[in-house]
């Protein structure tokens, strides 16, 4: 004959699984008040870092297979923040300016439109600096990825509309 479970252990499984439970309704009430007021805080954060992120200056040439070449002066992002920030937030790019992007080693790069203000043309090269890819006038604010097939080394934004107003083209290259 099967005996019915102590009366004693039902009693103990029921008495935690009540304080569990009370627990947990106690922690989901506490989060459901506390959580949203905190949840800008990071965000501030992460606007407070990206106001101080400071770039180095340079001069990119783009050179065309038949000799033409253009120069841009250009600000660099190497470090991950520098990478992060790019030139979101920007009302303006003048003409012959810009942004490079250092990725070393290459790699697959995915770049998004998230907080840029401004449109922009995007020339995506390999380690030796030659394009393969030119994304043209990008949306801003757009969260779609703009990816390079294969791996790149650099990613050079300028001001939309500067790739077809200077014919840059694949295979042109980017000289430091």
């Given amino acids: 004959m099967i005996r019915p479970m102590n009366n004693f252990f039902v009693r103990f499984c029921l008495f935690f699984a009540t304080i569990f439970g ?18 800008a805080e990071p965000l501030a954060q992460v606007e407070a870092q990206a106001k101080t992120v400071v770039f180095d200056s340079a001069h990119v ?26 030139l979101m937030n920007r009302t303006e790019l003048a003409p012959n300016r810009g942004m490079l992007f250092k990725y070393n080693p290459p790699r697959t790069v995915g770049m998004w439109m998230k907080n840029t203000l401004i449109p922009l043309d ?17 949306v801003p604010m757009s969260e779609d990825i703009i990816q390079a097939p294969g791996r790149t080394a650099y990613v050079l934004e300028l001001s939309a509309g500067t790739v077809k107003r200077l014919s840059i083209a694949l295979g042109h290259r980017l000289t430091f």
Avoid: C
């Fill in 122 to 138: 995007m020339l995506f090269a390999d380690r030796l600096g030659r394009v393969v890819f030119i994304a043209e006038n990008t």
């Fill in 22 to 39: 009370f627990i947990f309704l106690l922690v989901w009430a506490y989060l459901s008040i506390v959580a949203p007021a905190n949840a």
């Fill in 61 to 86: 040439r783009v050179s065309t297979p038949y000799g033409g070449s253009h120069d841009f002066k250009v600000e660099v992002a190497t470090s991950f923040a520098q990478l992060r920030q790019g």
